[in-house]
């Protein structure tokens, strides 16, 4: 008798499938998003017209959207409500061009966009959000950290925004290391007591939101990374790589807070890195303390002059306050004008 042979599928064939259908929902439901969007935009544009023939024109604004939106929610639900109405309005007032509205963007990442009152912060959103291809729960999660404010901290307006936009390569990790550095996404109380072991595990764990927060151009390559020095061993936290400054960045946890013998440590790993990893083409490899709390008199003392690649930021377990926030920036402007003097 003949053998049957058994016939299977290759498991990359049925793999490919399911990549097409995967993908070709994610285009339906990008294409709809879309097509919301154009709606929300078409919509302010008849209002802002119809507006513009009124007499008196805030009354008849006021009155025109009231109207308007008493005859379209019998039929068309809550989403014609007076206040979305006056979002679109101001959709196509911030947004006059069609042409130039985002495809990959749904209508929640505009309304978050409109929420901002600041032309230049509104416009790092847009160009970070498209070029890192932020949800919009990540867009509105980086509103809330004030990441466009934490940069500004360190860097000028200009500077923040033509790195956006690509216009220009960071030239030093300042340009995009954020300080304080928000990593309420870990779960991590300040209340509790944790270690810092707990602390990379819950990095690990939640790697993707912690390069988020890290910011462009960030690989995950080592964590407790082992170094061999005459005969004894040293592990290095976390090692990552950052394509836009073109080196490595070193990171080290402290759940105390930062003394001088942690910043002479995470100095011997960098000149290791170097020393002995660095290619010949790459920059000079960065080091970040990350501690729970720092004295900055004590970092700018413990460090040279010159110093360009060691840095250390705080991390919070919190988002801020607008409020906090303000007075930090207030803090630091006053600082920098300061040192000016």
């Known amino acids: 008798m003949k053998q049957q042979h058994e016939i299977t ?29 154009l ?6 544009k008849r209002i802002l017209e119809e507006e513009q023939q009124g007499k008196e024109r805030a009354e ?19 989403s014609f409500s007076v206040r979305q109405l006056e979002r679109s309005r101001q959709f196509y007032k911030e947004f006059p061009i069609a042409s130039a509205l985002r495809t990959q963007f749904s209508w929640m990442h505009y309304k978050l966009l409109i929420s901002l009152d600041n032309n230049g912060k509104r416009e790092y959103y847009e160009v970070e959000a498209a070029k890192n291809n932020w949800t919009a729960r990540q867009l509105e999660r980086q509103i809330n950290s004030q990441l466009y404010e934490r940069l500004l901290l360190s860097n000028d307006k200009e500077r923040v925004l033509s790195v956006a936009r690509g216009e220009q390569q960071p030239e030093k990790a300042i340009d995009i290391i954020k300080d304080p550095m928000y990593l309420e996404f870990l779960g991590l109380k300040r209340e509790s007591a944790y270690y810092e072991k707990d602390l990379e595990q819950a990095i690990i764990t939640q790697l993707q939101a912690f390069l988020l927060e890290l910011g462009n151009g960030f690989t995950f390559v080592a964590r407790q990374q082992r170094i061999h020095l005459d005969g004894e061993d040293f592990f290095i936290d976390l090692v990552f790589y ?24 995470l100095q011997m790993y960098v000149n290791y890195y170097d020393r002995i990893e660095k290619l010949p083409d ?26 360009r690649t060691i840095l250390a930021s705080q991390y919070k377990l919190y988002l801020p306050s607008e409020e906090a926030l303000r007075e930090q920036l207030v803090r630091e402007m006053k600082a920098i004008e300061g040192r000016e003097r």
């Open 9 to 37: 599928i290759r498991p990359q064939f049925i793999g490919q499938i399911k990549e097409i259908i995967t993908q070709s929902r994610e285009n339906a439901v990008r294409a709809v998003d879309h097509h919301r969007v």
């Open 242 to 265: 950052n394509r836009l400054l073109r080196c490595f960045v070193i990171i080290e946890l402290k759940t105390h807070k930062l003394t001088h013998q942690d910043l002479g440590q």
């Open 39 to 44: 709606m929300y935009w078409n919509i302010g």
């Open 60 to 78: 008849y604004g006021t009155y025109l959207l009231k109207t308007l939106s008493q005859a379209l929610v019998p039929d068309y639900g809550t």
């Open 282 to 307: 790459e920059n000079p490899t960065i080091g970040i303390l990350l501690a729970a709390d720092k004295n900055d008199a004590v970092v700018k003392i413990s460090l040279p002059e010159d110093n």
